[in-house]
């Protein structure tokens, strides 16, 4: 018997051959069967979008960027504002014959040469014919052709349907006003670094000022073009294309007023460069809301500039903190009227000199022992005296008065840079600073957070948080007015209508450089010395000016600072901004029409009857 494999088959049996035979068979049918099926899964089906990644692979997307939105003064004048341009760039080593569709309801395709293309070109970018025939020859994988082109000029570019070209886009910031306003407006800067161990980017916002701040509003939201390509690399006119519009950027309107703006820089500049001064700044405010119509610097930079100093990048109104002075005095007769019996008649008697535990208080000149109405102190700016009333208060009152309008805190105003002064708490003061800080030694204030004392006694008590923002504008010209946030009472109306008298006698008793024809006005002048930069110690002066009008109904604030002049330094009214401050209230009460006075000033004698300047 012929043996037999152990499935009891015999292999020379020919039912065995036809066994192996047919479960090869059923084998191969089987796997093309699962083939075919799967063919049909993946093209019929396709479940892990293989349709779909080959449509990816022919698509491309292209950054449509957004305009950064403008900055305009309270007038809609334009302060800042973007133009896009663009860099036509080329390929060298890629310039070759290429086709492209004849039109855009076409699938008929067109050969361009070179040469036509050169032509072509040139025509559009207003070139020779050779100029752009040497910019396409060479190898090289990146070459700018021609500079700054607009968007119409690069769209007509990339129509030429030349895969070798390229747009570069560019969004060029401009500053038409120059530094006329300049550290307000700020400066738009991007930094782009790669990051280390990585070959990624990282952008850093170096921006200053409304740029900064308000960069969200004015950056806007890019768009994208999606385009499908052909095998051959040629755009496809009819294929599936998608759009998603740039959002571009809201315009930032200030309260700033560019006149006024340009008015201040102009009196502040020419003010300090006759005193010699290290720097003076400027606040022209609305006694009304707090919006700021003017923050004027000597000098300051102009944002379209590359060249330019960190300290002029910022309105000095609020980066620099300085000994206000005697105008601090308008704050301590608010506290002393508010909270205790003084009214501008009190009589008080002033020493020659005060002698006060332990420590001697001086007046800026040389007087006997005098009787003096508190507005008489004040007028004639005497530390004595101001000492006098002022210790009637309690020094945790004093402190707490000058924490009630907000010095030794940020103001909150809309700009990069500010400083918040400097106020110690009054357990830390020595014996002398709890009386200096009545008459503005011991303390350091930005002259924005002083002018503030004078909008609120304008404002007849009530502190307005200082505003540069007017409204948010969308493209569409849609406005979204920045409201204005409610006032808080710091003293009565009758105390606010006090110190305006004390003011307005400051003016036509002792600072009649401050006086405007037509119009009521008070203020306060200020002298303090300025802490050396070097050394330990004082090496100049600060002096001051700060005011409102009209008094019976007051407008607007305007103050002036000018930081270590050099000419009689330390007399106020030779080396001080009286005259400035006119000149420039003058002009913000013209500019808003405000009709003049129709009341003549109140006089306060600075003496009690049947007493002088003898005693």
Same mark, same amino acid.
């Given at each position: 018997?012929?043996?037999?494999?152990?499935?009891?088959?015999?292999?020379?049996?020919?039912?065995?051959?036809?066994?192996?035979?047919?479960?090869?068979?059923?084998?191969?049918?089987?796997?093309?069967?699962?083939?075919?099926?799967?063919?049909?899964?993946?093209?019929?089906?396709?479940?892990?979008?293989?349709?779909?990644?080959?449509?990816?692979?022919?698509?491309?997307?292209?950054?449509?960027?957004?305009?950064?939105?403008?900055?305009?003064?309270?007038?809609?004048?334009?302060?800042?504002?973007?133009?896009?341009?663009?860099?036509?760039?080329?390929?060298?080593?890629?310039?070759?014959?290429?086709?492209?569709?004849?039109?855009?309801?076409?699938?008929?395709?067109?050969?361009?040469?070179?040469?036509?293309?050169?032509?072509?070109?040139?025509?559009?970018?207003?070139?020779?014919?050779?100029?752009?025939?040497?910019?396409?020859?060479?190898?090289?994988?990146?070459?700018?052709?021609?500079?700054?082109?607009?968007?119409?000029?690069?769209?007509?570019?990339?129509?030429?349907?030349?895969?070798?070209?390229?747009?570069?886009?560019?969004?060029?910031?401009?500053?038409?006003?120059?530094?006329?306003?300049?550290?307000?407006?700020?400066?738009?800067?991007?930094?782009?670094?790669?990051?280390?161990?990585?070959?990624?980017?990282?952008?850093?916002?170096?921006?200053?000022?409304?740029?900064?701040?308000?960069?969200?509003?004015?950056?806007?939201?890019?768009?994208?073009?999606?385009?499908?390509?052909?095998?051959?690399? #040629?755009?496809?006119?009819?294929?599936?294309?998608?759009?998603?519009?740039?959002?571009?950027?809201?315009?930032?309107?200030?309260?700033?007023?560019?006149?006024?703006?340009?008015?201040?820089?102009?009196?502040?500049?020419?003010?300090?460069?006759?005193?010699?001064?290290?720097?003076?700044?400027?606040?022209?405010?609305?006694?009304?809301?707090?919006?700021?119509?003017?923050?004027?610097?000597?000098?300051?930079?102009?944002?379209?500039?590359?060249?330019?100093?960190?300290?002029?990048?910022?309105?000095?109104?609020?980066?620099?903190?300085?000994?206000?002075?005697?105008?601090?005095?308008?704050?301590?007769?608010?506290?002393?009227?508010?909270?205790?019996?003084?009214?501008?008649?009190?009589?008080?008697?002033?020493?020659?000199?005060?002698?006060?535990?332990?420590?001697?208080?001086?007046?800026?000149?040389?007087?006997?022992?005098?009787?003096?109405?508190?507005?008489?102190?004040?007028?004639?700016?005497?530390?004595?005296?101001?000492?006098?009333?002022?210790?009637?208060?309690?020094?945790?009152?004093?402190?707490?008065?000058?924490?009630?309008?907000?010095?030794?805190?940020?103001?909150?105003?809309?700009?990069?840079?500010?400083?918040?002064?400097?106020?110690?708490?009054?357990?830390?003061?020595?014996?002398?600073?709890?009386?200096?800080?009545?008459?503005?030694?011991?303390?350091?204030?930005?002259?924005?957070?002083?002018?503030?004392?004078?909008?609120?006694?304008?404002?007849?008590?009530?502190?307005?948080?200082?505003?540069?923002?007017?409204?948010?504008?969308?493209?569409?010209?849609?406005?979204?007015?920045?409201?204005?946030?409610?006032?808080?009472?710091?003293?009565?109306?009758?105390?606010?209508?006090?110190?305006?008298?004390?003011?307005?006698?400051?003016?036509?008793?002792?600072?009649?450089?401050?006086?405007?024809?037509?119009?009521?006005?008070?203020?306060?002048?200020?002298?303090?010395?300025?802490?050396?930069?070097?050394?330990?110690?004082?090496?100049?002066?600060?002096?001051?000016?700060?005011?409102?009008?009209?008094?019976?109904?007051?407008?607007?604030?305007?103050?002036?600072? #000018?930081?270590?002049?050099?000419?009689?330094?330390?007399?106020?009214?030779?080396?001080?901004?009286?005259?400035?401050?006119?000149?420039?209230?003058?002009?913000?009460?013209?500019?808003?029409?405000?009709?003049?006075?129709?009341?003549?000033?109140?006089?306060?004698?600075?003496?009690?009857?049947?007493?002088?300047?003898?005693?």
């Amino acid at each position: 018997m012929a043996p037999q494999n152990s499935n009891g088959v015999n292999p020379g049996d020919p039912r065995g051959i036809g066994r192996r035979g047919f479960l090869a068979s059923a084998a191969a049918v089987g796997g093309l069967g699962i083939l075919s099926t799967r063919l049909l899964y993946l093209q019929g089906f396709d479940p892990r979008g293989i349709a779909e990644q080959a449509k990816e692979s022919r698509t491309r997307t292209q950054i449509i960027p957004a305009l950064r939105g403008q900055i305009l003064d309270t007038n809609n004048k334009v302060l800042a504002r973007s133009v896009q341009r663009y860099n036509i760039t080329v390929d060298q080593s890629a310039v070759t014959t290429f086709q492209r569709f004849k039109n855009n309801q076409s699938q008929d395709k067109e050969e361009v040469t070179p040469t036509q293309l050169v032509y072509q070109l040139a025509d559009i970018l207003d070139m020779k014919d050779s100029e752009v025939k040497s910019a396409l020859d060479g190898t090289s994988k990146y070459k700018v052709i021609k500079e700054n082109v607009t968007p119409e000029v690069y769209t007509k570019v990339m129509d030429l349907g030349a895969t070798f070209l390229y747009g570069e886009v560019k969004s060029e910031r401009m500053y038409p006003n120059g530094s006329v306003g300049g550290s307000v407006v700020g400066r738009f800067s991007m930094i782009e670094a790669a990051v280390e161990g990585s070959d990624k980017t990282q952008t850093t916002n170096n921006s200053t000022g409304i740029e900064r701040v308000y960069d969200e509003a004015l950056r806007g939201t890019d768009g994208e073009r999606i385009f499908e390509i052909s095998a051959d690399g #040629i755009r496809i006119p009819v294929g599936d294309e998608q759009t998603k519009k740039a959002q571009d950027g809201q315009n930032v309107r200030l309260t700033i007023n560019q006149d006024i703006q340009y008015f201040a820089q102009e009196v502040i500049a020419r003010r300090v460069k006759e005193l010699k001064a290290q720097w003076g700044t400027v606040v022209v405010m609305k006694v009304d809301d707090g919006s700021i119509i003017a923050l004027g610097d000597s000098k300051t930079m102009d944002p379209g500039s590359e060249k330019f100093e960190l300290e002029d990048m910022t309105p000095r109104s609020i980066s620099q903190a300085v000994e206000p002075g005697s105008t601090e005095k308008i704050l301590t007769s608010t506290a002393v009227l508010e909270d205790t019996d003084v009214t501008p008649t009190t009589v008080f008697d002033v020493p020659a000199e005060l002698q006060i535990e332990g420590q001697t208080i001086n007046d800026a000149f040389t007087h006997p022992a005098q009787k003096r109405t508190f507005s008489g102190i004040i007028t004639d700016s005497m530390n004595t005296g101001t000492v006098l009333a002022g210790k009637k208060l309690s020094k945790e009152q004093r402190y707490n008065w000058l924490k009630k309008y907000g010095m030794g805190e940020l103001t909150g105003i809309e700009l990069t840079g500010e400083s918040q002064g400097l106020v110690p708490n009054y357990t830390d003061w020595d014996i002398r600073q709890q009386y200096t800080v009545l008459f503005g030694q011991g303390v350091a204030q930005t002259p924005l957070q002083t002018s503030l004392v004078f909008q609120t006694v304008g404002n007849l008590g009530i502190y307005q948080k200082p505003r540069i923002v007017e409204a948010v504008i969308d493209s569409d010209g849609t406005e979204h007015p920045i409201p204005v946030e409610e006032g808080r009472r710091i003293i009565s109306e009758e105390t606010a209508r006090e110190t305006l008298s004390l003011m307005e006698n400051v003016v036509v008793q002792n600072a009649k450089g401050a006086q405007i024809t037509g119009y009521r006005t008070g203020g306060k002048t200020g002298t303090a010395q300025a802490p050396s930069e070097t050394q330990a110690g004082y090496d100049g002066y600060t002096t001051s000016f700060f005011g409102v009008a009209p008094i019976e109904n007051p407008q607007f604030v305007v103050s002036v600072t #000018i930081q270590r002049p050099q000419s009689n330094a330390s007399n106020v009214g030779l080396a001080g901004g009286a005259d400035q401050f006119s000149q420039i209230m003058e002009k913000v009460l013209h500019t808003y029409k405000v009709p003049y006075s129709t009341t003549e000033p109140v006089e306060i004698p600075k003496f009690p009857d049947g007493h002088d300047e003898k005693g």
